[in-house]
Every structure is written in structure tokens, then in C-alpha cells.
């Protein structure tokens, strides 16, 4: 096995359920180490538990850290009141008591050059990172990020959610991989890989509760794994193609708040997705999740 990539998943867990899906994909990734869970947006306390919850049920002990929820652009929290309601007992589940952005500065300065920070929610602890911590966007190794829609009319909801903080990202110099809603709308979830995920022990269960939850929610029954595909570009970058360097500019306010440009240049540090073997990753997603949700010993984990 090749040496490890070493993960900090920043999520906003428990509204869209691919942010689920993540989680689930790193956990049953061999190659990948998750050092831990910042949350942030909305009520970053419930979501915490819940990506505990998620933990637990892949029988792995994962930490995670509550985060910052107000964006920093001061919008209304967009929040469809279905977080969590399919898992009894959250309250009980254990939290770390540190706060996501100095676990986010504390574990790159521990760990320069080492640490790939997969930024799936809006982008705002991110924001709050680099403004703590001088040289946050040095120590990191790589930013991966799910966020806008390039050479889209319409905005996405991570960056629309916190303008005011993608801006900020995308203008500290870190080195960026974004997957784009042209990108991640090419896969679709339908009930084939559902039925997979669903047939995986407890974790899968509760995925296939989730899911369905979510479908219901958008009178669907099929949804889009952004996040996953995120993780995925990665995990697998074979299964993607890459622009050149560029530049990424965010408008900020008003009604195309988080609208998202991108520009090559020689000089940036941005990159996107360009293409997608959608196939394959549709594949990856199921089997790994599935993977995670095994029953297999987790030795380290569950002693």
C-alpha cells in the first residue's frame, strides 16, 4: 500500500447527505488516515455528534470538533430541520472539547507539509484558520474543496452560504483543488448503489436511512455525491482530469454572492476538476462505503 494521506475533513455533515457519504468513503479508504472532523455551519455541536455517530458506527473511534456556525458574510443559516432526527441518543455522544480551527492550526504547525484538509461545507473555518495563524495556508500540505459552479449561470450553495470566506481562501495563496458542480452533477446516486451501501452492516443502515431521508426531502430518489467525488479527487486523481494553475475570484454580496470565476495563470495555486471518469468513480464511491461499513477489525480503533 502506498504511504498514507494523512485527512482533515471539514464538513457541514447532516443536511445534504453526501457529506455522510464522505465520511463513510475516508473510513473505508485503506490508504487514507483521518486525523479528525471540524464542523462548521448551523448548529456545529448537533453535526459533530452526528459525524461521531457515523464513526461509531463503522466501529472506529474518529475525533471530531466543533466548529464555527455563523458565516462570517453574517447570512441566514439555510437548515432543513432533518439533522440528526434519524439517530436516537446523539446527545450522549462524546465531543472533543478543543474548538475545530486551533485543532485545524494545531495539527498542520505540528505536522507541516503532511496534512491534506478536505473542506466540504461552507468555507468558513477555513477562514477563521488563516486569519489565526500566519502561516496556516504554509503548513498545509493541500486544500480540497467541493464548492461553486465554473462556467455556471448559477451560484453553489457552499460558497453562496459564506462569500466573504471563500474569498478569503481563495486569495491566501494555499494550494487548491476545487471540484465544481459541472463537475460532481456528472454522478448520480440511484437505487443500484444504494443497495450496496444499504447491505453493509450498521453504518449502512443508517446511510440508506439518510439517503432516503434526503430523497424524500427532494421528492428524488437519486441524489448527487459531490462530496464523496471530492474526497475521491484525492484518493484516486486518475479518475480525474486537472486545468493548468489558475486563479478563482468570488463575488461577494447581492444576489450573485459566491458566484465563482476562474482564471489561469501561471502564478495561482488553484486548480479544478476538469473532466471526470464517472463510471469509475461512481464505483468507488459504493464499493468503499460499502468498504467502511464491512465488519472487519479495526484493532487500533475498538480496543
Avoid at 505540528?110 to 468555507?123: F, H, M, N, S
Avoid at 440508506?208 to 430518489?221: K, P
Wanted: hydrophobic share 40%; charged share 20%.
Amino acid at each position: 500500500m502506498s504511504a498514507p494521506h494523512y485527512i482533515i475533513l471539514d464538513t457541514d455533515i447532516g443536511s445534504d447527505v453526501d457529506d455522510a457519504l464522505a465520511l463513510s468513503l475516508i473510513l473505508g479508504s485503506p490508504e487514507a488516515e483521518l486525523l479528525g472532523v471540524t464542523t462548521v455551519y448551523g448548529d456545529t455541536l448537533l453535526r459533530a455528534r452526528l459525524a461521531k455517530r457515523f464513526g461509531s458506527l463503522a466501529g472506529r473511534k474518529i475525533t471530531v470538533y466543533q466548529g464555527i456556525g455563523t458565516p462570517i458574510s453574517g447570512k441566514d443559516v439555510w437548515w432543513p430541520g432533518h439533522e440528526g432526527t434519524l439517530h436516537d441518543g446523539l446527545e450522549n455522544e462524546p465531543v472533543e472539547q478543543e474548538d475545530a480551527v486551533s485543532f485545524l492550526t494545531r495539527q498542520v504547525s505540528e505536522r507541516p507539509g503532511e496534512i491534506d484538509v478536505v473542506a466540504i461545507g461552507p468555507l468558513t473555518n477555513i477562514a477563521a484558520a488563516l486569519a489565526s495563524d500566519p502561516n496556516f495556508a504554509r503548513n498545509v500540505r493541500h486544500l480540497w474543496i467541493m464548492g461553486g459552479g465554473f462556467g455556471m449561470d448559477e451560484t453553489e450553495h457552499n460558497f453562496r452560504s459564506d462569500d466573504l470566506a471563500a474569498k478569503t481562501v481563495f486569495e491566501s495563496g494555499l494550494n487548491i483543488t476545487v471540484s465544481g458542480l459541472e463537475i460532481t452533477q456528472k454522478v448520480e446516486m440511484r437505487k443500484d448503489q444504494l443497495s450496496l451501501i444499504a447491505a453493509a452492516g450498521p453504518l449502512g443502515q443508517a446511510l440508506n436511512a439518510d439517503i432516503r431521508q434526503w430523497w424524500a426531502f427532494w421528492n428524488n430518489e437519486w441524489n448527487v455525491p459531490h462530496d464523496p467525488i471530492t474526497v475521491l479527487t484525492l484518493l484516486r486523481p486518475q479518475l480525474f482530469t486537472f486545468s493548468a494553475p489558475g486563479t478563482v475570484n468570488i463575488t461577494c454580496g447581492g444576489e450573485s454572492a459566491g458566484f465563482s470565476t476562474f482564471s489561469p495563470s501561471s502564478t495561482g495555486t488553484v486548480r479544478l476538476v476538469t473532466a471526470i471518469d464517472a463510471d469509475a468513480v461512481a464505483d468507488e464511491i459504493s464499493s468503499r462505503i460499502a468498504n467502511a461499513g464491512t465488519p472487519r477489525l479495526h484493532e487500533a480503533d475498538v480496543q
